[in-house]
């Protein structure tokens, strides 16, 4: 089958939270089945590199430790030509921990980047919107009351952000979700599990305690390959289903009436990904608890980086997977081998993003 490339510059376009793009080269594959696909140039490069900053931070991770390795023992116990003592090391303790925080990140920013798109607003995210805060009470239920194991933890959690779910879309639910009505319903929500979260504290003894403040602090310490095949089978599903609807979900960003005319039907798509973004923050929180900021962030920065209007979801996938990898790398290097989980650093990080972006967005009169 042969094909034509055609290549246009569109010179047009704003992203949201000021991500304009001006003068990006789109190249246009045309084949002879009629079959069209635009690809964004920028786009596709950005894709890449992110691609190989979370693998490159991958292997890193993996050698990093008591039993430190280089990038070259890494790759060579990976295709099998490691020493039985690395197989160990690599294949049961490291690579579940680095393959949860690729999934883990991974679903958080697309998560994220749904959130964001479906209430067109950057500060729409499972942190603020309370979905990460269900998960959370989910899971002290469990601690406090049933004194739960690992895996009652996990479906705590998830139960947890399946019901604050389905709760914020009811409550959002008028005749459609629209956008500002679902931030200021998640944002109410999250501040009522917040409470329940510092209620169900007080009624926990100190091991019940420990145990809940190490989970809610977001850590990728202790993972095994228990939690990485539920959520790689949960990502699995979700992720590429969610980039089936990105172009829908691109044009629910102009607005309900041009994504009508344009033949989209709003209420079904909104449905389907925003069920589909809750049961990634659930499943991201169950395998490694509420890593914060990470949704808020990762699709921001995907955004600026590939300049492109839309959603951006493969790049904020990469973006988070890239992101909570490197955190988790870069804590062990300062701090030392879990001394300092990765949700306080990735809080750190993304609370002084998020006070970037409201002082942008304030500057820009858009709040």
């Known amino acids: 089958m042969t094909s034509t490339l055609k290549t246009d510059t569109d010179k047009t376009g704003t992203g949201q939270a000021g991500a304009g793009r001006t003068g990006r080269s789109v190249r246009a594959v045309r084949t002879a089945g009629g ?39 890494v790759l060579a116990t990976l295709t099998g030509s490691g020493t039985t003592a690395q197989e160990f090391i690599v294949n049961d303790l490291r690579l579940p ?39 959370t009470v989910g899971a002290l239920l469990v601690v406090v009351f049933f004194q739960g194991g690992t895996f ?17 879309f009811l409550l959002a639910w008028k005749g459609g979700i629209h956008g500002y009505r679902f931030v200021l319903v998640g944002i109410g929500a999250a501040a009522m599990l917040y409470a329940m979260v510092l209620y169900l504290m007080t009624k926990a ?74 049961l990634l923050v659930a499943a991201a929180t169950a395998a490694a608890g509420p890593i914060a900021f990470l949704a808020l962030t990762a699709p921001q920065l995907a955004r600026r980086l590939t300049r492109s209007p839309g959603p951006n979801l493969l790049p904020a996938a990469l973006m988070g ?20 989980p990765v949700g306080v650093l990735t809080g750190l990080l993304g609370g002084g993003y998020l006070l970037w972006l409201l002082a942008s967005e304030r500057k820009a009169g858009r709040i």
Not at 152 to 168: E, F, K, P
């Open 35 to 73: 079959l069209s696909v635009r690809l964004d140039v920028r786009t596709v490069v950005v894709t890449v590199l992110l691609a190989a900053v979370a693998l490159s931070a991958s292997v890193l991770l993996i050698g990093t430790g008591d039993f430190p390795m280089s990038p070259a023992d």
């Open 321 to 340: 997977a890239a992101l909570l990898v490197t955190a988790d790398w870069a804590s062990q290097q300062i701090f030392g081998a879990d001394q300092l």
């Open 152 to 168: 009652a933890i996990a479906a705590g959690s998830v139960v947890g952000g399946l019901v604050t779910g389905l709760a914020i």
């Open 97 to 135: 921990r680095v393959l949860v925080g690729l999934l883990v990140g991974a679903a958080f920013g697309v998560a994220g980047a749904v959130f964001q798109a479906v209430s067109r607003n950057p500060l729409g995210s499972p942190d603020v919107l309370g979905f990460s805060q269900g998960s």
């Open 205 to 278: 003894n100190i091991v019940e305690a420990s145990q809940a403040v190490t989970w809610m602090t977001g850590t990728l310490s202790g993972r095994d390959w228990a939690q990485v095949w539920p959520l790689a089978l949960v990502c699995a599903v979700l992720i590429p289903l969610s980039l089936l609807y990105g172009r829908p979900l691109r044009m629910l960003e102009m607005g309900d009436d041009a994504a009508y005319a344009l033949g989209v039907q709003v209420t079904r798509v909104r449905i389907v990904l925003l069920a589909a973004a809750v």
